[in-house]
């Protein structure tokens, strides 16, 4: 069974730095694209980041370009967002999610790691 | 950037009774569209993708239609368990984006 395991929640001040990590189960974590999706509280649905292909092709929202970075570890199975610069309207909560192989809809998610920016 | 509008915010429904909710792309997105179902304090399911394939583990109650720029979610005889908030997604470009929802409550 695919499973995208996501540690819980962080508290950070504005603009510091943290690490999510989505670590991956019953697939390769180069299988397949992955990517973030975040909530803000409240709020509904946006779209973050993804890494396509085995080059680690990168894309992101406009709201995180420049700050966030997506990457992948196979020696740990896991997928990686560097989220540098915080600031308070990032919060939210973060779901790993798993593209289906040819589009771009999301067939497999993760619980979510809530991440609140504030002072 | 390709914007999505959902209508409408809530949708107020009785038990056995159908839902309709539509979802409107500023531009051509073909059959690139996904509907996701979510309740509170859960992450997201996929519901429909291409438009109108239903994911496995939804029931044939779900249906959807649509290309292009226009498309609905029909949930032909709501039961208990789908009272939830639907989102669509287009998978036409980047940047992918997400309609702003529709809640389906009780009425």
């Known amino acids: 069974e695919m499973q995208l395991v996501q540690p819980g929640r962080n508290l950070i001040q504005p603009g510091g730095s943290l690490r999510l990590s989505c670590a991956v189960s019953?697939?390769?974590?180069?299988?397949?694209?992955l990517g973030w999706v975040r909530q803000a509280p409240g709020k509904g649905l946006e779209w973050v980041a993804t890494?396509?292909?085995?080059?680690?092709?990168?894309h992101y929202a406009d709201s995180v370009w420049g700050r966030f970075t997506v990457s992948r570890d196979i020696s740990k199975n896991t997928m990686y967002l560097q989220m540098n610069s915080l600031r308070t309207d990032d919060t939210a909560v973060y779901y790993c999610?798993?593209?289906?192989?040819?589009?771009?809809?999301?067939?497999?998610w993760g619980r979510g790691t809530t991440v609140i920016v504030s002072s | 950037e390709i914007v999505m509008t959902q209508s409408p915010a809530t949708l107020s429904v009785s038990p056995g009774e159908r839902a309709t909710l539509f979802c409107r792309a500023s531009?051509?997105?073909?059959?690139?569209l996904g509907w996701y179902q979510q309740k509170p304090g859960q992450a997201p399911r996929l519901v429909i993708y291409?438009?109108?394939t239903r994911a496995t583990s939804f029931p044939a109650r779900f249906s959807g239609s649509g290309s292009g720029t226009e498309f609905t979610l029909t949930i032909s005889s709501l039961q208990s368990e789908d009272f939830a908030v639907y989102y669509c997604?287009?998978?036409?470009?980047?940047?992918?984006?997400f309609g702003g929802g529709t809640k389906v409550e009780i009425k």
């Open positions: 291409d438009a109108s």
């Open positions: 997604q287009q998978y036409r470009n980047w940047p992918l984006t």
């Open positions: 999610a798993k593209p289906n192989r040819d589009y771009f809809y999301m067939d497999v």
């Open positions: 890494v396509t292909g085995r080059d680690d092709t990168p």
């Open positions: 531009q051509n997105i073909n059959n690139k």
């Open positions: 019953g697939f390769s974590v180069y299988d397949f694209d």
